[in-house]
Nanobody
Framework: QVQVVESGGGLVQAGGSLRLSCVAS????????MGWYRQAPGKQREMVAT???????NYADSVKGRFTISRDNAKNTVYLQMNSLKPEDTAVYYC?????????WGQGTQVTVSS
């Protein structure tokens, strides 16, 4: 069994910051990619940021320069530091993990940015 658990969401004013955390645990091996996706009401889920076990990162254009993804491979943990938040960043944020040949997703954490 594998568990992917996010934490750190909440309500923040525009211009503020939040830090999301995600831990993958259980019978999970050879994690290659970890990252964050988000889904706003009425919209499709979209990639926010991903990172590989080798340290490569990829960001959506809409968050470049504001969000930073980091990872602790030893702890199977990924973080998302979100600065200069905007109302359009409001969404449910999902942690994503790819290990061996399988995708794993967390339950999601709500991020709400008020104007």
């Amino acid at each position: 069994q594998v568990q992917v658990v996010e934490s750190g969401g909440g309500l923040v004013q525009a211009g503020g910051s939040l830090r999301l955390s995600c831990v993958a645990s259980g019978n999970i091996f050879r994690i290659t990619v970890m990252g964050w996706y988000r889904q706003a009401p009425g919209k499709q889920r979209e990639m926010v940021a991903t990172t590989t076990s080798g340290g490569s990162t990829n960001y959506a254009d809409s968050v470049k320069g504001r969000f930073t993804i980091s990872r602790d491979n030893a702890k199977n943990t990924v973080y998302l530091q979100m600065n200069s938040l905007k109302p359009e960043d409001t969404a449910v944020y999902y942690c994503y993990t790819f290990a061996t040949v399988t995708d794993y997703w967390g339950q999601g954490t709500q991020v709400t940015v008020s104007s």
